[in-house]
């Protein structure tokens, strides 16, 4: 009987029992999906049905496992289990796994591993969160200048089975000092008894190991290659970072920026799994603090109570301008962040982006100020209208120039530019707004 293992087919056979049949179709299906199927199961029942496959397998699937699914697997199994899976998995991966393990199972993991490999993942753990080393493998092909193209064929045909990628391959010299690197592409194409030196790209663009993995993954990127290669300071090749790690960067920090974007701080793993307290705990701090800002408005509104006693239609239009001044300072806010993140802007460019944002949001406040002036003027008279109208462009110009400005002010002082979250803007943005618009009317209507 032949079944397509999607979700229904595959929890059905779990629910039957039938392991056998289940492993039978692993082999047809990408580790990737496998994987997000065994995520759902207990432990002991997703070993149950991982344990009847091939190691590479195995190994395969369990790099693409969730987080809290490799370590509820990890501490099932063993350390000398588990460490002959980690030997079949790609360098960075099995030190990502090795991080995440309580420091006694790590111990006794880096015990049955032979002696270059509990080096390597010693070395690799060792370099700080968030760093190119941290993320860098050192599963890469390197080449040697004098060798010619048919013999650096063949070495990369020997090595193909176990490197992680080998369409580029790095030139180095006897001291692994980084000279280039050379396509596969080129290689072939190349005359057999031409030298390496003579077909390698000698400009290898190159990351530093202290750099940051967000700095490293924009490299990526921006340069269009699948890898790029990691030296330290004498400029000898210590490791690369590839493509599939540089997009994992690019989703973990877009993720951080949008959470510190609502002012929650970082959650590591799914939201789905995490404990309520745990949400509680990264969401209360920033609404408290916020709520002390707030309090500016209700001093603001007690200060002009007179005025809002004679012209009670002056509170109808209260949340439309603090609203209005808010939604401004955060689209301002939300460009700035994302453009500073990209290298799109820099702090430099402070200076020009406020001009553009002054000419913007004066337009902006001029055309919302002539939407409400109708509805002023429909509803309170006149004179309350003029009053709203007015606020409306001061309000909209504020907001708009906070909210482009914060960012700015919090890379100037190293801060993540994400921290000008909407909630701290529409703070600020609704305080000062009420404080202008009750001003303003009591200048206006002489009060």
Excluded: C
Aim: net charge negative.
């Amino acid at each position: 009987m032949t079944y397509a293992l999607d979700e229904k087919t595959f929890y059905d056979l779990v629910n039957q029992r039938k392991i056998d049949t289940i492993v039978e179709m692993v082999d047809f299906e990408h580790s990737a999906d496998i994987a997000t199927l065994l995520d759902k199961l207990e432990a002991d029942m997703a070993w149950e049905i991982l344990s009847r496959v091939e190691p590479e397998e195995q190994a395969s699937i369990l790099t693409y496992l969730s987080n809290e699914s490799q370590v509820d697997l990890s501490e099932l199994i063993g350390a000398d289990q588990l460490s002959k899976l980690m030997n079949l998995m790609p360098h960075d991966d099995r030190v990502d796994l090795l991080k995440r393990l309580d420091q006694h199972l790590q111990d006794r993991v880096l015990f049955h591993m032979a002696r270059a490999e509990r080096e390597d993942l010693k070395l690799l753990s060792s370099y700080p969160e968030g760093s190119a080393g941290a993320i860098m493998t050192t599963d890469y092909s390197v080449l040697f200048p004098h060798l010619t193209v048919r013999e650096a064929l063949e070495k990369l045909r020997q090595e193909a089975p176990n490197r992680e990628t080998i369409n580029r391959a790095y030139v180095v010299d006897h001291e692994r000092v980084l000279l280039g690197s050379v396509r596969l592409q080129e290689l072939i194409m190349a005359p057999p008894h031409t030298p390496v030196k003579e077909v390698m790209e000698e400009s290898t663009h190159a990351v530093q190991l202290e750099e940051d993995q967000e700095f490293v993954a924009n490299q990526i990127a921006r340069y269009d290659v699948i890898a790029i290669p990691v030296v330290d300071e004498r400029h000898r090749l210590v490791g690369i970072v590839t493509h599939d790690d540089a997009f994992d960067v690019f989703k973990e920090e877009t993720t951080e920026d949008v959470h510190r974007g609502a002012s929650i701080g970082k959650i590591d793993g799914s939201v789905k799994d995490v404990s309520l307290f745990l949400l509680y705990r990264k969401r209360i701090v920033w609404l408290v603090l916020l709520i002390f800002g707030n309090l500016l408005s209700g001093a603001g509104i007690a200060f002009y109570e007179t005025i809002i006693s004679k012209y009670v239609a002056l509170v109808f239009f209260l949340p439309l301008l603090i609203g209005s001044a808010g939604n401004a300072g955060s689209q301002s806010s939300t460009l700035m962040v994302r453009a500073l993140a990209t290298g799109d802007v820099e702090l430099k460019d402070w200076g020009v982006m406020l001009g553009k944002e002054l000419v913007v949001a004066l337009a902006l406040g001029v055309t919302m100020s002539i939407a409400v002036l109708s509805i002023g003027v429909f509803r309170a008279g006149t004179e309350v209208a003029m009053v709203v109208s007015l606020t409306m462009v001061i309000v909209v110009l504020m907001g708009s120039l906070v909210g482009m400005s914060m960012p700015f002010l919090l890379s100037r002082f190293n801060q993540d530019p994400a921290m000008a979250s909407a909630p701290l803007i529409t703070t600020i943005a609704d305080s000062s707004g009420v404080i202008i618009y009750l001003a303003m009317a009591s200048w206006l209507l002489k009060i």
